[in-house]
């Protein structure tokens, strides 16, 4: 990291898959004028380049390469998320599927791959600000991050979310499905030996269960504004 770069605030937002950290991120990025990393998407980029040239999950130095040279850029849509390009293809509504979420999940715990991302990542951090979506973004790639939180839902809820969000893009999938998916994704992120999904200690918690999307958009400003 650049020493100059260590002056621009940084907002972690860490948590399981469908939390809706992606939708809260992104709002709260607007709201701030500040930029946006889905880190998720990275890894869910570099999986599906990986499957693109058929390159097996077990091939770690061809994974580590794929990681290094997949190049991942995103085009901001008014209204809409953003159109995600990978090495110039829209891949946008691919990689949005449980499969692609799945692939990401094991080149994710390759410890190779995931030191291939982190320059890429803090490239990231901008001025005047950056709100980094993940589940490392607290704990290994921003720790001296002014502001963390840990967002959290009950896995039934989050299984809810992602089954509406999915059969709106017209993707057919069933709930039950879903929820055993994502328990066990949830399980790898949380199980594998680097960069664990975890809460930094420093981190704030929010239990989104019971609250909307715009709630929880506030208590982060809050956060922000008066600290914690
Ligand atoms: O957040 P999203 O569901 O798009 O992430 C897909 C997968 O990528 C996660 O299940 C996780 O395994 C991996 N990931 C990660 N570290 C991050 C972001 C995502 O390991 N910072």
């Known amino acids: 990291m ?17 939390s809706g950290k992606g939708t809260i991120s992104r709002a709260v990025s607007e709201r701030l004028g500040w930029h946006f990393l889905d880190s998720g998407a990275l ?20 994974l580590a390469r794929c ?6 850029r995103f085009v901001d849509r008014p209204g809409d998320d953003p159109l995600v390009l990978i090495n110039g293809r829209d891949a946008s509504s691919e990689l ?10 094991a080149i994710a715990a390759i410890p190779e791959v995931r030191t291939a991302l ?10 005047p600000g950056l ?43 069933t709930l039950s ?14 199980g594998r030996a680097v960069a664990p999904l975890r809460a930094a200690t420093d981190a704030v918690h929010i239990d989104a269960t019971g609250l909307g999307i715009g709630e929880v958009v506030e208590r982060v400003l809050e956060l922000i504004r008066h600290g914690r």
């Open 43 to 62: 890894y869910r980029a570099v999986g599906l380049a990986a499957s693109w040239a058929d390159i097996a999950f077990d091939d770690v130095e061809s």
């Open 118 to 127: 982190v320059d890429k990542q803090r490239s990231f951090r901008q001025p």
């Open 177 to 190: 499905a879903l929820l055993r998916e994502i328990v066990a994704r949830d399980a790898r992120d949380a």
């Open 131 to 173: 709100v980094a979506d993940g589940r490392d973004m607290g704990t290994v790639i921003f720790p001296d991050a002014e502001f963390k939180v840990f967002l959290t839902a009950s896995a039934e809820i989050r299984a809810e979310r992602r089954y509406k969000q999915l059969k709106q893009k017209g993707f057919e999938v």
């Open 2 to 18: 650049h020493s100059d770069q260590i002056s621009i605030p940084v907002l972690t937002i860490d948590g399981p898959s469908g």
């Open 67 to 72: 990681a290094i040279e997949t190049d991942v």
């Open 96 to 105: 949005r599927t449980e499969t692609c979420g799945a692939a990401a999940s």
